[in-house]
């Protein structure tokens, strides 16, 4: 459970804010005085602190200095009768998250509340990579570990090592669940900007037209509903770290925005006039290829370029799958220590199946999956029934996982085909096609013909045919009749 420490000396408001987190789930703590709050802080951690601006004896701007001074990561709220942008400038100067005006507005309250414990969560939550931090299989509270032993994932953890400490922009890589914002949570607990704000956006699930504000910030009157300064991520995020998930879904309009605070640590907020100077290190992710994007028009090479300083791609779950024991483990250890379960392990037949699954959502799947059967479980082994893979093939008719996953490829692919095959296009690529089918086939059934047309769907003589054009050279020493390991 998540704790909310309330501090207001108005006992009506403080009744409202009570009932109201109460009811989400939160647990909520109240004082009525800046020096109370400062005594609740000193024997308890809160998840997120509601502070109001003007109180008698220490008001909130003297209460929100000490409280910087020992809850360095913890998200403060101001809560203010007195809207002007001084109040707004001078909390988030201090060190405030944001602030909201009074009378609340019930959805805004819920909504910044909801965000600022989200940062808090990303902030304290550790992530910690083989070498470093975290050598248990079930890492202490407040750590989450990324696992995986392949060669790809001992090069990932490599980066994240030598470039953990520099000041410079990282572009992460990779299919959609391989892990990406762990990656960049991961550089970023182990910079130095580990004592100051961490801040994600997902590019993808904000509106175009909102996304500018929310970076930027915008001025009072600067368009119909802004009736106070809002202050932007960027402003927030001081000295610290601002993780851009999925920005390749990001609009150009605002790429070129986002481009300038990278060249020259400035940006204006939305409706003003004044430079405003920061200092934020940029970790970006995208499971899209971005040079592709590029080409297309669709993303700004100037930024491209900029943002890949450094580089990290992430492979996927299915070119690593000697990773699945140790991810299994990791995760059932995980989530029965969550959900207080007594599950030890699983079942070899339910390994096996996890194992010979391609894993389209890659490690999110499998988190998801395993979650799913802890839940479950009558007792303490995860047996292979209790395994729901949603796109599993074998669950699926005509092979449908094995199409999707082919189109997804081919997606990838086909701006180059078309950019090299010239004009004839539909003929090149076909050519292109069926002999690679062909000489995979041929190999996989060691050159038996007869074998290889069957699998094939076509005739001997069609294959001959092909063979000939093709000029594949077929071994001349091997009977065309010849049983091999897989027809005999």
């Given at each position: 459970?998540?704790?909310?420490?309330?501090?207001?000396?108005?006992?009506?408001?403080?009744?409202?804010?009570?009932?109201?987190?109460?009811?989400?789930?939160?647990?909520?703590?109240?004082?009525?005085?800046?020096?109370?709050?400062?005594?609740?802080?000193?024997?308890?951690?809160?998840?997120?602190?509601?502070?109001?601006?003007?109180?008698?004896?220490?008001?909130?701007?003297?209460?929100?200095?000490?409280?910087?001074?020992?809850?360095?990561?913890?998200?403060?709220?101001?809560?203010?009768?007195?809207?002007?942008?001084?109040?707004?400038?001078?909390?988030?100067?201090?060190?405030?998250?944001?602030?909201?005006l009074k009378p609340f507005d019930r959805e805004e309250l819920q909504r910044i509340a909801a965000d600022a414990l989200e940062v808090n969560?990303?902030?304290?939550?550790?992530?910690?990579?083989?070498?470093?931090?975290?050598?248990?299989?079930?890492?202490?509270?407040?750590?989450?570990?990324?696992?995986?032993?392949?060669?790809?994932?001992?090069?990932?953890?490599?980066?994240?090592?030598?470039?953990?400490?520099?000041?410079?922009?990282?572009?992460?890589?990779?299919?959609?669940?391989?892990?990406?914002?762990?990656?960049?949570?991961?550089?970023?607990?182990?910079?130095?900007?580990?004592?100051?704000?961490?801040?994600?956006?997902?590019?993808?699930?904000?509106?175009?037209?909102?996304?500018?504000?929310?970076?930027?910030?915008?001025?009072?009157?600067?368009?119909?509903?802004?009736?106070?300064?809002?202050?932007?991520?960027?402003?927030?995020?001081?000295?610290?770290?601002?993780?851009?998930?999925?920005?390749?879904?990001?609009?150009?309009?605002?790429?070129?925005?986002?481009?300038?605070?990278?060249?020259?640590?400035?940006?204006?907020?939305?409706?003003?006039?004044?430079?405003?100077?920061?200092?934020?290190?940029?970790?970006?992710?995208?499971?899209?290829?971005?040079?592709?994007?590029?080409?297309?028009?669709?993303f700004r090479e100037d930024l491209y370029w900029r943002l890949k300083v450094i580089s990290i791609q992430l492979p996927p779950l299915r070119?690593?799958?000697?990773?699945?024991?140790?991810?299994?483990?990791?995760?059932?250890?995980?989530?029965?220590?969550?959900?207080?379960?007594?599950?030890?392990?699983?079942?070899?037949?339910?390994?096996?199946?996890?194992?010979?699954?391609?894993?389209?959502?890659?490690?999110?799947?499998?988190?998801?999956?395993?979650?799913?059967?802890?839940?479950?479980?009558?007792?303490?082994?995860?047996?292979?029934?209790?395994?729901?893979?949603?796109?599993?093939?074998?669950?699926?008719?005509?092979?449908?996982?094995?199409?999707?996953?082919?189109?997804?490829?081919?997606?990838?692919?086909?701006?180059?085909?078309?950019?090299?095959?010239?004009?004839?296009?539909?003929?090149?690529?076909?050519?292109?096609?069926?002999?690679?089918?062909?000489?995979?086939?041929?190999?996989?059934?060691?050159?038996?013909?007869?074998?290889?047309?069957?699998?094939?769907?076509?005739?001997?003589?069609?294959?001959?045919?092909?063979?000939?054009?093709?000029?594949?050279?077929?071994?001349?020493?091997?009977?065309?009749?010849?049983?091999?390991?897989?027809?005999?």
């Amino acid at each position: 459970m998540e704790n909310i420490l309330i501090v207001d000396d108005d006992e009506g408001l403080v009744h409202f804010l009570d009932r109201f987190f109460a009811k989400q789930g939160y647990g909520v703590h109240v004082c009525n005085s800046g020096q109370a709050a400062l005594e609740a802080l000193a024997n308890e951690q809160f998840d997120l602190i509601l502070l109001d601006y003007k109180m008698p004896g220490l008001n909130g701007l003297d209460t929100l200095r000490e409280v910087r001074r020992s809850q360095i990561k913890t998200p403060v709220i101001i809560m203010t009768a007195y809207g002007t942008t001084d109040t707004a400038i001078e909390t988030m100067k201090l060190g405030a998250y944001d602030y909201l005006l009074k009378p609340f507005d019930r959805e805004e309250l819920q909504r910044i509340a909801a965000d600022a414990l989200e940062v808090n969560r990303l902030m304290k939550e550790v992530v910690s990579f083989p070498g470093h931090i975290c050598r248990p299989s079930t890492p202490p509270k407040g750590i989450v570990k990324i696992v995986g032993n392949h060669r790809r994932m001992q090069e990932v953890y490599k980066l994240i090592g030598q470039v953990a400490g520099k000041n410079v922009t990282i572009l992460i890589m990779g299919e959609s669940g391989t892990g990406k914002e762990l990656v960049a949570r991961a550089i970023y607990h182990h910079s130095h900007r580990k004592d100051k704000p961490f801040l994600a956006i997902n590019c993808a699930a904000i509106p175009e037209t909102l996304l500018e504000s929310e970076l930027f910030g915008y001025e009072r009157g600067a368009f119909t509903g802004a009736e106070r300064t809002h202050i932007g991520k960027f402003e927030r995020c001081q000295d610290g770290t601002m993780f851009f998930d999925e920005i390749g879904d990001m609009p150009l309009s605002t790429q070129a925005k986002v481009l300038r605070v990278l060249q020259y640590g400035e940006f204006e907020r939305l409706g003003g006039k004044e430079n405003i100077k920061v200092n934020v290190r940029t970790i970006a992710a995208t499971n899209k290829n971005l040079e592709k994007e590029v080409e297309q028009g669709r993303f700004r090479e100037d930024l491209y370029w900029r943002l890949k300083v450094i580089s990290i791609q992430l492979p996927p779950l299915r070119e690593r799958l000697e990773d699945i024991p140790p991810l299994v483990e990791y995760f059932v250890s995980r989530f029965s220590e969550e959900y207080q379960t007594p599950i030890r392990y699983v079942a070899d037949a339910a390994m096996q199946k996890l194992k010979s699954h391609s894993w389209p959502g890659n490690v999110r799947e499998l988190e998801n999956c395993i979650r799913r059967a802890v839940l479950l479980s009558l007792g303490d082994v995860i047996l292979e029934e209790y395994l729901k893979l949603e796109s599993d093939q074998q669950d699926l008719p005509n092979g449908s996982q094995l199409m999707a996953n082919i189109d997804r490829k081919l997606d990838e692919l086909i701006p180059d085909i078309l950019h090299l095959s010239g004009e004839k296009t539909h003929a090149n690529v076909i050519d292109m096609v069926e002999k690679t089918l062909i000489a995979k086939v041929l190999k996989r059934c060691g050159y038996n013909q007869v074998k290889a047309a069957r699998m094939l769907g076509i005739s001997r003589n069609t294959l001959r045919h092909r063979i000939k054009k093709f000029q594949f050279n077929v071994p001349p020493d091997f009977p065309k009749n010849a049983k091999t390991p897989e027809t005999e």
